[in-house]
């Protein structure tokens, strides 16, 4: 049950004690919210004891909200993992497939891990903390030979 009680700042006729009122709330889905509070019983002028039946004092459900995310999310994970082991058992028995080569779409899933890595580089070089920044050795492009650069730019100007 719900009690509510209010106290009052002025002493009753006794000077012992406060004017008090209780309030009990009830549950009652059967009457209206517009019901009012009834007066139970009163002590000396001082004390007063309501009772309110309203369907407002009734507990509430609360929904968990994250329950259908979880679901979401349990689904999908269901999902892959059949996806997964379904597409190695399949790959290991139609094409006698081995290593790497047994995960389904594996040529898909490098060039996409490939891809993630890339976009982060590109991501984090725009970064201005020096720590997040690529390091460039020295000598990790080579440059063409002397010979084949010319013989290009000559190939070029002989068509015209």
């Excluded at 999908?76 to 081995?98: E, H, K």
């Excluded at 590109?122 to 903390?129: G, S, W, Y």
Aim: glycine fraction near 4%; aromatic fraction near 16%.
């Amino acid at each position: 049950m719900l009690f509510l009680i209010y106290e009052g700042k002025e002493y009753c006729g006794t000077e012992q004690f406060y004017r008090t009122s209780l309030i009990r709330f009830i549950c009652d889905q059967t009457v209206d919210k517009t019901n009012p509070p009834k007066l139970i019983n009163v002590f000396n002028d001082c004390a007063f004891w309501f009772e309110w039946r309203t369907p407002n004092a009734c507990p509430i459900k609360i929904v968990n909200s994250q329950s259908a995310i979880s679901v979401f999310f349990t689904i999908l994970g269901i999902a892959l993992a059949v996806y997964f082991i379904g597409g190695v058992i399949y790959n290991r028995i139609v094409y006698n497939a081995s290593g790497v080569r047994q995960i389904p779409h594996w040529e898909f899933w490098r060039d996409a891990l490939d891809f993630i890595k890339d976009m982060s580089l590109i991501i984090l070089a725009q970064c201005p903390i020096p720590f997040f920044q690529p390091r460039r050795r020295p000598g990790n492009y080579r440059n063409l030979p002397r010979d084949e650069e010319h013989i290009l730019i000559d190939e070029q100007f002989e068509e015209h």
